[in-house]
């Protein structure tokens, strides 16, 4: 029973965590008519929770594994009363930063229910099931629709205090139903970092995340405050709008998971990546409400999909290491959160308007989708070497002159030459003398005709003892039908005829 409200309860908890981190910019325009925040100190206000909320996600993820998801989730819920006490009774812009920086334990929960709910169930599902789990982003935009509403009725003090029972609530629901049993990993934290920072894929997904939940979160804590003043909406009316992007890009998540346990997830990232790219030019040109509208929907759908898409593959490439993998991916994407709204403000005071800001999301989407073509290749090419190295037969490639341009260990342990005493030589360093001329002149005629041969054929190991093989030569043709190379293959039969010969 404990086991199957894991997902339901720990889906909830994000919807919390993510509810709290995102007080202040939901509020934002309540605050600001209490206390003088400078027009220029505006996105750093906003981008501050950001912050300790992507750096923890690396602990928070370990930890997950170390002591269970129900431990951090608790422990996070009371660390997370004293910022928000803190925050309801702020009277300056210092009192708010200092705030601020504390919420970001509830953005940093993300990454524990990642690490925790794929131990629940089998592969298959992973990304359908953190794809439902990412869903508890939906918590940002119960905060930007509700708490504007809320604040107008009984002022914003009193509505950031309301959250103080929302946390004490979920503190004890993961008391008594958090999993005391869960299965703990306890690899050392320096272990599963070495394990996992030198492989790339970890980097390339960082930045697919950096890009897909950064600009969730950008657009979360920059929407509010910049359709107010730049489209001159009300403030409850920026908040619908925002919460309408985080409501399509919420909902997209798990449909990103459930697409990518479907489908190959490289050839989504793909089309995520290629859309963004259209999108955010859209964005550049400064458009109509409408048009803006638009653009910011399709990024949320974007977002959402990508979101749920790469946490199908983090677990699926970093079994082992799940915990640090996601904490590591996650803290990233929190800081793609971070950094676009300072620097679209940094943009907004040199030049008046965002557009170079937006055109850079569009570069640096398209070089994603470069490195994810890049990626899919270079995965296609990895499992055809895994299969060259692995093969039980002997495998040799020659050029259209005769020259080893590669052979596979079981090569190597077939007939004792190394790869490096065979590659630049031609397949007559096997040579018996056995067979004539007129055996390997059909032989070829055979494959310039048909393509292939295949035959018993007599050659010597290195150490000059003979085997009896079965040999299968192919051409390899290019897009002309020219022959570029040839590969052989064959296993050692000897033994096998030494068989039929005593039986005979």
């Known amino acids: 029973m404990i086991k199957k409200v894991q997902l339901p309860l720990q889906t909830l908890n994000l919807v919390v965590g993510f ?8 509020l934002l325009p309540f605050i600001r008519e209490d206390i003088d925040i400078p027009a220029d100190k505006i996105a750093i206000l906003t981008a501050v929770p950001v912050v300790l909320g992507s750096i923890l996600r690396i602990p928070l993820g370990y930890y997950a594994n170390i002591i269970g ?7 996070s819920f009371i660390l997370l009363l004293f910022p928000v006490f803190y925050i309801s009774e702020a ?10 920086l ?11 229910g990642v690490t925790s709910l794929p131990k629940y169930y089998p592969k298959e599902k992973h990304g359908f099931v953190n794809g439902i789990y990412g869903a508890g982003n939906i918590g940002t935009a119960i905060s930007t629709f509700a708490a504007p509403i809320i604040a107008t009725q009984v002022g914003w003090s009193l509505t950031v205090k309301l959250y103080l029972i929302l946390l004490l609530i979920f503190a004890a629901l993961n008391f008594l139903f958090g999993d005391r049993k869960e299965v703990k990993v306890k690899t050392p934290i320096v272990e599963q970092i070495k394990g996992v920072y030198k492989n790339e894929k970890l980097w390339y997904f960082s930045l697919f995340y950096f890009i897909t939940f950064g600009s969730f979160v950008a657009f979360t804590v920059y929407l509010p405050n910049f359709l ?3 489209f001159e909406l009300d403030k409850v009316d920026a908040g619908i709008r925002t919460a309408g992007f985080i409501a399509v890009a919420t909902f997209f998540r798990p449909v990103g998971g459930w697409l990518g346990d479907k489908f190959q997830p490289l050839f989504l990232l793909m089309g995520v990546f290629a859309v963004y790219t259209f999108a955010a030019v859209i964005l550049a040109f400064s458009p109509s409400l409408v048009l803006y509208s638009i653009g910011c929907l399709v990024i949320a759908l974007c977002a959402g999909i990508g979101n749920g898409v790469i946490f199908k593959l983090v677990p699926f490439y970093f079994n082992k290491q799940a915990g640090i993998a996601n904490g590591i991916v996650s803290m990233m994407g929190g800081l793609g959160g971070f950094f676009p709204p300072l620097l679209l403000a940094s943009i907004h005071a040199i030049t008046g308007q965002y557009s170079i800001g937006f055109m850079l999301l ?3 989407s398209l070089a994603s989708l470069v490195l994810v073509v890049n990626m899919y290749y270079q995965d296609k090419l990895h499992l055809s070497q895994q299969v060259f190295n692995s093969t039980g ?14 052979v596979n260990p079981a090569f190597t342990m077939l007939t004792g030459f190394s790869e490096e005493e065979a590659v630049g030589e031609t397949p007559r360093i096997l040579k018996t003398g056995r067979q004539d001329k007129g055996f390997y002149d059909e032989m070829w005629n055979n494959i310039k005709e048909y393509g292939m041969w295949q035959g018993e054929i007599w050659n010597r190991k290195k150490n000059g003892e003979e085997f009896l093989e079965w040999l299968n030569i192919s051409a390899v043709k290019d897009e002309t039908g020219e022959d570029v190379s040839y590969v052989g293959t064959f296993t050692d039969i000897t033994a096998h005829r030494q068989v039929e010969g005593n039986q005979s």
């Open 102 to 112: 504390f919420l970001g334990v509830g953005g940093a929960v993300f990454s524990v």
């Open 362 to 364: 569009s570069s640096v």
């Open 228 to 230: 107010v003043t730049n």
């Open 69 to 75: 998801a129900r431990l951090v989730f608790l422990i």
């Open 393 to 406: 037969q002997g495998i040799i490639v020659t050029d259209i002159s005769g020259k080893i341009k590669a």
């Open 91 to 100: 009277s300056s812009y210092i009192d708010l930063i200092i705030g601020g």
């Open 19 to 26: 509810m709290v981190w995102v007080i202040i910019s939901s």
